[in-house]
């Protein structure tokens, strides 16, 4: 925000905000319009982001960060394992059904 506070002097932090929030809702509400089975791209996001936000990233983050002992290494990595299979099918899942959908 500081940014914008140095171009636009004269608006309150609100107005800035506002005005932020509703261009980027206006972005969103032409892109939702102009792409057609907009519901098989939400899939395959759905399927690959969320994936690795829940099942990939925690595990490789707690890899790193902890000295962890032979049992603990072992279920992580058992969790990873199973995101990585999971995000695999989930995106493979969505993508024939984008294929379906579209042609």
Known sequence: MPIFRKRFKSLHSYDIEFFMRLFFLLVTFS???SIPKIEVF???VGASGGTILALIYPPICYLIVFD???????LTVGI???????CGVGTTYAVISMVDALS
């Open 42 to 44: 939400i899939q395959l």
């Open 80 to 86: 990873l394992i199973f995101g990585v299979v999971s």
């Open 31 to 33: 892109l939702a319009i």
């Open 68 to 74: 962890l002992s032979l049992p603990k290494k072992i």
